[in-house]
């Protein structure tokens, strides 16, 4: 058996991509932790060296959404989750009102900078909640229904709520500026 090179990786890769692979072998809290993280530095690339203005643009015809609006809802997201259903923080929900549930998507004011702030910090509480938790095993209680929900059940839904957004953003980006890859 011959030791033939390992296949290129064909897609584009973006300037400034500092995102750390998440690892090949590793514990299960270490592996979800990493590729959340993983999903969460893809988004702000997605994002990264766009105005304000680019930011808030709605790019895909017949869509409402645009990356500012997903920030604002993956912020409310980071929360909902980890803040309130999990570690059951008395904190207010982000960007939502029963007078106004698309508050995130819909109302886009404010400062780009302060919404990129707001995410920062619920994804360092999440991690922070996360690494408190004596086990993926752990768990908070679904506010709707009162029923326990697993730390480890929150970070895959969590990454499959950033997979799909970055599918989202994706479009989004290439709509904007032409720009594909990651």
């Known amino acids: 058996m011959t030791d033939a090179p390992a296949p290129q990786h064909y897609s584009p890769r ?4 500092t995102r750390t ?3 090949d072998v590793g514990g299960e809290r270490e592996t979800l ?7 969460r530095a893809t988004f702000e690339l997605k994002c990264a060296g766009l105005s304000p203005e680019q ?13 500012h609006g ?25 960007y939502y009102s029963d007078d106004d549930p698309d508050q ?24 922070q ?6 086990s993926l095993d752990e768990t908070g209680i679904r506010k709707r229904t009162g029923e326990p929900i697993s730390l480890r059940r929150i970070m895959v839904d969590m990454i ?11 479009l989004l980006r290439e709509g904007i500026d032409g720009a594909t890859g990651i």
């Not at 995130?104 to 991690?127: M, N, P």
């Not at 909640?129 to 004596?134: C, G, S, V, Y």
């Not at 499959?160 to 994706?170: I, S």
């Open 129 to 134: 909640i996360t690494a408190a938790a004596a």
């Open 104 to 127: 995130d998507f819909e109302s886009l004011d404010g400062d780009v900078e302060e919404a990129f702030a707001v995410w920062r910090a619920e994804c360092e509480r999440s991690r």
């Open 14 to 17: 973006w300037n400034g991509d």
């Open 55 to 67: 930011l808030s643009e709605k790019a895909v015809a017949a869509s409402a959404l645009s990356l």
């Open 70 to 94: 997903l920030l604002r809802h993956l912020s409310g997201v980071e929360r909902w989750w980890f803040r309130i259903q999990f570690a059951h923080e008395d904190v207010p929900l982000l």
């Open 33 to 39: 932790s990493a590729v959340l993280d993983w999903q």
């Open 21 to 23: 692979a998440p690892p």
């Open 160 to 170: 499959a709520e950033y997979a799909r957004h970055n599918g989202h953003a994706d």
